[in-house]
């Protein structure tokens, strides 16, 4: 069984930062793919950024310039840097493993941006 748990979340200002974290733990292969998705009220969830473990990394268009996602193989931690948050960018994000075609996902945190 695999699990994930995000933290970081919270309320910003428009034009501020805040970093995500999160950490899986579990069965978890070697070759895998991580990511952050986020939904926002009334909208589909969608792919924010994703890192593979060989470290190819691909953005939605929307954040691009503004977020980098990262991880730490041997902790088994992905991280999602936001900077220059909009608030358009107010949604639940959710952590996301990939083990070939099985998706594994976190419980969510809410950002917020505001002033």
């Known amino acids: 069984q695999v699990q994930l748990v995000e933290s970081g979340g919270g309320l910003v200002q428009p034009g501020g930062s805040l970093r995500l974290s999160c950490a899986a733990s579990?069965?978890?292969?070697?070759?895998?793919?991580m990511g952050w998705y986020r939904q926002a009220p009334g909208k589909q969830r969608e792919l924010v950024a994703a890192?593979?473990?060989?470290?190819?990394?691909n953005y939605a268009d929307s954040v691009k310039g503004r977020f980098t996602i990262s991880r730490d193989n041997a902790k088994n931690m992905v991280y999602l840097q936001m900077n220059s948050l909009k608030p358009e960018d107010t949604a639940v994000y959710y952590c996301n493993l990939r083990i070939v075609v099985t998706h594994y996902w976190g419980q969510g945190t809410q950002v917020t941006v505001s002033s």
């Open positions: 579990g069965s978890i292969f070697s070759i895998n793919a």
């Open positions: 890192i593979t473990s060989g470290g190819s990394t």
